[in-house]
């Protein structure tokens, strides 16, 4: 955002006549000029003010921050932009505070970078900032400074974000693939697979059932409980693309041990798990976007998963399987009469822009 | 980056026959699993590598900053991706360095976000991934996070960049539009326009001398050359998008002063000047990548020029033009014969994807 404009509340210039851009943008929203201006102060500033935001400066100015820093980034591509429990705005605000929370930070600040097709309603773009700041107050962090880009019809598809955070490490925490031990169990916040099979099915019309919503959701009060619980937490991750699978083949690439899991512990709901059987998807390869895996100490795991089950969004909490020394590394699933099969690690499923 | 996995002497797993993807990006590059492994591996960490981006986490865990940050962020959409003089790599680098050098901020770290269309050469991709290297390295900041999402065909035109980034803000700077006074003058580094009128060039083919390219730099070390002065600097920007212009308008709109420039004081290289005259363009409305716009008190305007002359980057360094509170608030252009004319703010000038 790169008009320099104070919200004095007389304006020292008034353009008396403002530009007529209909309802739709234009590519002159992206020339950093008057429209520009226009676009930051009644649609993005309305939204987010702050005072960090307010100057609308080339950067913001933020107050020191004590301790180790994390950052995080992430672009969001989704189709469609609008879904049952979310929209674009929302799992931009939600996925990169996950990615810090998860590294044991306290998400603080937020960028937003909007690259916006030519043509698109104004008023999508006013929904999606308006989800951008309910996601971002629920989630305890501001917007800080921001960018927008115009392309042309046909350049991009209607409207991809990126945010990058920073957040406050917590003092004493040390999670990683190298804190990972066989024995460890493998915990699960809730049902997986909830967000992708909602995106699937709103953009291919698969006709599911209405109960069915993406799992967008903010984890970082989830992770705090859990790692203020004082238990042995070793490694945390939100299963986003890949789901839960892509987690556990990098935890088998970087510690070099096995997961088992087993598949009568891990939470699906019946839409998820009827729409995987009609597709021929496993429920641990789809996204999601509220769901926190967590890899704990054996003698903490019960007490982790009654911690997660304590919390909204942990209360189908589950321990779904456990760290082996003893097998090949690689990922396996122990089925419903014992037998074990292994886990593929997929190099083509068609499930793109899913986030 | 989501694949968890320290760079090991021995992989404790080897997948010994890589995925088979030709030499184009395909959709499960973007799809959080294997292959997406494969590309953080083999094209971004091979590039990037430093002790931050290294562990491959969800977010990257970072030194504590002494004292206040700024935070920056910018999305990339420049076309064509290769231009003369630089590339949209070497552009995501530099334009958010700079949005952090002239916020009075020492630039630190960078996330880097891509948004790939499905059937993008690999080779295109590596050569703007090692171009973001180099200018990180010139820059001195470190890539420490990032995300790749991939497209499908038609729904991106090649290659989007973001960069967000984080600096440590100098101790007592106080840089900003309410700083500025009538008196002030406007210093700007060197030529403007060069950039703009590169990427125009390149796209429209308007045959333009090739000694003519963009000015695409970092902008770090000549700011902290003029800060580090001890003259009385008021305001810095770099005049992207909307050029000088739109930097001069939102002064104006911002500080309720007028600002007049002397139009014969403009440094413009002969080639676009040529080509703006051919297109009727104003070169103070065309977007610059490596040029500083800085406004200094009256008394210390000259030595602030020298010292910008001093450097490389500024060697055709001028004071442009003068901060006036005696006339209506607006941009204000003395042309050759001492007359003066106001200097419209464009509110539909085609000029899109320049950055």
């Avoid at 698109?120 to 880009?149: F, H, Q, Y």
């Avoid at 190298?178 to 006709?207: F, N, Q």
């Avoid at 599911?208 to 859990?226: G, I, K």
């Amino acid at each position: 955002m790169t008009a320099d404009r104070p919200r004095t509340p007389a304006d020292p210039v008034s353009y008396p006549v403002p530009p007529q851009t209909g309802d739709r943008i234009v590519l002159a929203h992206g020339e950093g000029a008057r429209l520009t201006r226009c676009l930051i102060r009644d649609v993005l500033l309305d939204a987010f003010d702050n005072e960090y935001l307010r100057p609308l400066s080339d950067a913001a100015l933020l107050p020191p921050i004590d301790g180790r820093l994390a950052m995080a980034t992430d672009s969001y591509v989704v189709s469609p932009l609008f879904f049952p429990g979310g929209d674009i705005g929302k799992l931009a605000v939600h996925g990169t505070v996950n990615d810090l929370a998860v590294s044991g930070a306290e998400p603080l600040y937020l960028s937003l970078g909007l690259i916006v097709e030519e043509g698109l309603p104004l008023e999508t773009l006013r929904r999606v900032i308006l989800s951008v700041r309910d996601a971002a107050r629920e989630s305890r962090v501001s917007i800080v400074t921001g960018d927008t880009k115009v392309v042309a019809r046909g350049a991009a598809d209607g409207l991809f974000l990126n945010t990058a955070g920073v957040g406050r490490m917590r003092p004493g925490v040390d999670l990683g693939a190298h804190r990972i031990r066989p024995g460890d169990r493998v915990l699960l916040s809730g049902t997986v697979g909830d967000h992708g099979i909602t995106i699937l099915s709103a953009r291919e019309g698969l006709g599911l059932e209405s109960s069915l919503q993406s799992d967008s959701a903010p984890l970082s009060e989830l992770v705090a409980l859990l790692l203020d619980s004082g238990l042995d937490v070793r490694f945390l991750r939100d299963p986003t693309r890949g789901g839960v699978s892509a987690v556990l083949h990098e935890i088998v690439e970087a510690a070099g041990v096995a997961v088992v899991v087993d598949e009568a512990a891990v939470p699906v709901c019946e839409e998820v798990r009827g729409a995987c059987g009609v597709l021929g998807i496993d429920p641990l390869h789809v996204a999601n976007e509220g769901k926190l895996l967590a890899i704990v100490a054996p003698a903490d795991a019960e007490a982790a998963r009654a911690c997660l089950a304590g919390h909204s969004l942990g209360r189908n909490a589950a321990i779904i399987g456990e760290v082996r020394g003893d097998e090949m590394p690689s990922v396996l699933v122990r089925g419903p009469r014992g037998g074990l099969r292994i886990l593929d690690d997929p190099s083509g499923a068609p499930l793109p822009r899913i986030c």
